[in-house]
């Protein structure tokens, strides 16, 4: 399947408070709500959307009761075909959380072991049914749970009736609502026997099925897929060292296809992990750029913050209206960016399937290369305070042309020679070798109270050409003149509606590649 973005939707269920992410909900949500934001999905570059636990449940979501019955309190089997649907005709694909390793308790054969016990022909399906033991359930028997919790039941993988009823609803999944894929939950604890017969399953009814396994240790190349990076971590510490050990850690594994995020459902945002927020660049350009499907956790692509707390994990998980973001592709610098790199990739092959070379390497500068097909596509970060240059070996273009900038620079002996502004990245692209290599148009309105005293410089104007030129704004220039070092700064004026800015944020605001006109 080729998958160029995918955004990632979990939902939550409380007690009394019943919640699907992306929509403004009081009580109830119905999976019908979230149509309008289709658009907004796709406008951003995505080509995949990825919700979490669907199905009927009694609480949160991954104690399934009924794998062939859309959550009761989301709406009918209906409403998720027509979903679907609506995605699809916006060339949109669909991905379901799958929760195979365990059932809930009102799954219908854990209830026929509560009421026939040792008679139950549904005994085996579970690991380890003990009825000399005793639950806080007070079931008269014990199980194997997941992760201590007896609310989930764990299955007995290995069973071939497990496995067979298990590849029976992927077929009713695909036959009923025309999924295009299933994530994996827990596959780390997954039996490898039964994800091989899921992977036949899933051949035999979509050519193209999507398979991913949630594998958060270990020796990913034992599973289905690989997990994340830490791009985040890499960027606080000014560790570039960190990723790359990474990268080549997870290639050295093999062929492994990728899910790379910075931020998930169970972690804080990425916005408020970094401790400098004109990293956002450089790290969502490593997000779209190293190997592997790169995903947006919904909501992040507005830059909106969400802390983890001991007690709850609501603030990672809001209600979002979509009324409150209807014009965040142009006045919010955070999502111009990030549909801006949804652009780039689209149109960018290498970036989807190029090899991956290592070209220069310092604990604040990172240069790669991806290759494919006699195409050579450079990326360079920087997330230093100060503009650094960088020499690097090119493809067999005369030309290249920065994807976000527009800049040009001449191929010389093979190489060229770039300077990266502070806290900033650029894609390098051979000019004039593909269709669509040109700046892309970044709307962005700036407020002018959050611009500093500086002069406005006039719109046909070149951008600073080092990190210690001061940034001009002027909020009347059109978006096709808007520079992207502009774009920087937008970022870092969007943290002062939410609290003071720092000198050392001041410092590094408008340090990326000029115009994006």
């Excluded at 999944?173 to 025309?178: L, M, T």
């Excluded at 067999?396 to 002996?413: C, P």
Aim: hydrophobic residues 35%.
């Amino acid at each position: 399947m080729k998958l160029y973005f995918i955004i990632f939707i979990p939902w939550v269920l409380q007690v009394l408070r019943h919640r699907m992410t992306m929509v403004l909900r009081h009580r109830m949500t119905m999976l019908n709500t979230l149509l309008p934001w289709i658009d907004d999905i796709q406008k951003i570059g995505c080509t995949a959307l990825y919700i979490g636990p669907l199905f009927e449940s009694v609480g949160h979501g991954y104690e399934t009761t009924d794998y062939k019955k859309l959550d009761s309190r989301l709406g009918t089997n209906e409403d998720l075909t027509n979903f679907v649907a609506a995605c699809h005709e916006k060339g949109i694909r669909v991905i379901f959380d799958g929760v195979f390793n365990h059932t809930g308790r009102d799954f219908f054969a854990f209830k026929d072991i509560q009421a026939n016990r040792e008679h139950s022909r549904y005994v085996n399906w579970y690991c380890n049914v003990n009825f000399g033991g005793n639950n806080e359930y007070n079931d008269g028997f014990s199980y194997d749970n997941w992760g201590g919790y007896n609310l989930l039941v764990k299955l007995n993988q290995r069973n071939p009736e497990v496995q067979d009823y298990i590849c029976d609803v992927i077929r009713y999944w695909v036959s009923e609502f025309d999924v295009d894929g299933i994530r994996l939950d827990a596959a780390d604890v997954l039996d490898f026997d039964f994800m091989r017969a899921l992977r036949r399953t899933a051949e035999e009814v979509k050519p193209d099925f999507w398979l991913m396994g949630e594998v958060i240790h270990g020796d990913y190349s034992r599973w289905l897929n690989g997990e994340t990076l830490h791009l985040w971590s890499g960027h606080n510490d000014h560790n570039y060292f960190e990723i790359a050990h990474t990268v080549k850690y997870l290639q050295n594994m093999g062929n492994l296809d990728l899910y790379n995020f910075v931020d998930n459902h169970d972690v804080e945002r990425i916005y408020t992990k970094l401790s400098n927020k004109a990293h956002f660049t450089p790290v969502h350009i490593l997000l779209y750029t190293l190997p592997g499907v790169p995903s947006i956790y919904y909501g992040s692509e507005f830059g909106i913050e969400g802390r983890k707390e001991r007690s709850s994990d609501d603030s990672l998980r809001p209600a979002l209206n979509l009324e409150d973001y209807e014009s965040a592709l142009s006045d919010n610098p955070c999502t111009a960016l990030i549909a801006a790199l949804g652009k780039i990739r689209q149109n960018t092959p290498a970036l989807s399937y190029g090899s991956y070379t290592e070209l220069q390497l310092t604990n604040r500068q990172f240069a790669f290369a991806r290759d494919l097909n006699d195409v050579r596509v450079v990326v360079t970060v920087n997330n230093d305070d100060n503009a650094a240059s960088m020499d690097l070996p090119a493809g067999n273009a005369v030309e290249y042309i920065g994807a976000l900038s527009g800049q040009k620079v001449a191929v010389q002996d093979g190489r060229i020679n770039v300077t990266v502004p502070a806290n900033s990245g650029e894609i390098w692209v051979p000019a004039g070798d593909m269709p669509e290599y040109k700046p892309f148009k970044v709307e962005i309105s700036v407020k002018e109270e959050t611009v500093t005293d500086e002069e406005s410089i006039p719109a046909d104007s070149e951008a600073p050409s080092s990190a210690t030129e001061p940034v001009h704004f002027d909020p009347n220039k059109s978006p096709e003149d808007m520079s992207v070092a502009e774009l920087q700064a937008a970022i870092l004026a969007k943290m002062a509606n939410n609290g003071p800015v720092s000198d050392q944020m001041k410092k590094t605001s408008g340090m990326i590649p000029s115009s994006t006109g």
